[in-house]
């Protein structure tokens, strides 16, 4: 146990220390756009914590590397694709990209489909568009990218420990024995008992795919030019939407007993507590998404904001405090990608263990 500890310590170190130079990289973007334009705190913020059509890693213009991703677009005419290099790093909606008979511009990361003769989108008072639709947008964004590298690293590493186990009956070492303690770690400290004994390999699948999936997004977020995927609340949203769906599918006649017409108290209450133990039915994944998203954001925020500050204040003397602060917080959010991965599994276990639970009648 003492051994399992150290290593686990000497892991989460190793990666802090490995990732800490990157910060230095990460802050590349403010100190070209400083000689040109007033620098905007805001605006770079959110761009390092939002979605984009492109996955972009540094520099500015047609200067920048941004890796192109395709942009696909359902409209009133059918479907339309195109790669997002033809905007050519605009996001003013100022350059026009003509598709089937169509002219399409990206304004804010928003595409819209420009009516004939328009040249730009015109926004009433309340920003709605006067002569431009957004058409249905389902393009592979840099999010929606960073999902699927996680997936394939997933997929990567665990048929690598399968196959491995298939060929040797002693146990792994180096990377895989990472995994294997990590998948343990699942099953001994969250299945097993929020789930209990005769029922947690149902949901060991969901759980552990939640857990890892959660973590390797929050290290990759955590590198430079990486997406902030768990940052993004139509993420979380789903994540909290799976977790509510196996609640509803396999909650016993017990759980929804207690939560429908409680035993064991007065009658006139029982009507007034159903109405609580719904509502809990939806907060409790609600709950869920919202930490993982507010946790993650915040994190990313506060990285970004200490780094502004030198650009803000216009003065090399405060990268002596805010470098220091930064670098602390990374190392902090290290821990944090880890912390807020076992917290999402360990509740939904929980949930789950309360909807499958069986419950003994006096």
Do not use: K, Y
């Given at each position: 146990m003492i051994a399992h500890k150290s290593f686990k310590i000497i892991v989460t170190l190793t990666l802090a220390f490995a990732l800490l130079p990157f910060l230095a990289f990460a802050s590349a973007d403010p100190v070209e756009n400083e000689t040109e334009e007033k620098?905007?705190?805001t605006d770079m913020i959110l761009h390092h914590i939002g979605d984009s059509h492109g996955w972009h890693f540094f520099g500015k213009g047609d200067n920048s590397f941004t890796l192109p991703l395709p942009v696909i677009l359902w409209t009133e005419n059918g479907l339309v694709t195109f790669m997002s290099s033809e905007f050519h790093h605009d996001t003013e909606g100022e350059y026009i990209v003509e598709k089937d008979g169509m002219s399409f511009v990206n304004y804010h990361e928003t595409i819209y489909k420009l009516e004939?003769?328009?040249?730009t989108v015109v926004f009433d008072e309340e920003h709605h568009p006067q002569n431009a639709s957004a058409p249905l947008d389902l393009s592979i964004t840099k999010n929606v990218a960073a999902m699927f590298l996680t997936v394939i690293l997933m997929i990567w590493f665990f048929?690598?420990?399968a196959g491995f186990h298939k060929k040797n009956e002693h146990a792994p070492k180096g990377f895989n024995n990472v995994l294997e303690t990590l998948v343990l770690f699942v099953r001994d400290e969250i299945a097993k008992p929020q789930i209990g004994e005769k029922k947690y390999m149902k949901f060991m699948p969901f759980l552990l795919t939640v857990f890892f999936f959660i973590w390797i997004t929050n290290l990759l977020g955590l590198l430079p030019g990486a997406a902030n995927v768990t940052g993004n609340i139509a993420v979380t949203v789903s994540l909290g939407l799976f977790t509510?769906?196996?609640?509803?599918?396999?909650g016993n006649k017990d759980y929804w007993k207690h939560v429908f017409w409680m035993p064991g108290i007065p009658t006139f209450v029982k009507p007034i507590l159903?109405?609580?133990?719904v509502l809990g039915v939806f907060i409790k994944p609600i709950a869920l998404m919202i930490r993982l998203f507010a946790n993650i954001t915040a994190g990313h925020i506060i990285i970004l904001?200490?780094?502004g500050l030198i650009f803000i204040l216009e003065s090399?003397?405060?990268?002596?405090i805010s470098v220091p602060f930064a670098l602390f917080i990374t190392i902090l959010e290290l821990l944090v990608a880890f912390l807020q991965a076992f917290i999402f599994t360990m509740l939904s276990a929980l949930f789950i263990?309360?909807?499958v639970a069986e419950h003994e009648h006096h």
């Open positions: 620098f905007n705190p004939d003769g328009a040249e048929f690598g420990l509510l769906a196996l609640i509803v599918m396999n159903a109405v609580v133990e904001s200490l780094l090399a003397g405060v990268a002596g263990g309360m909807a």
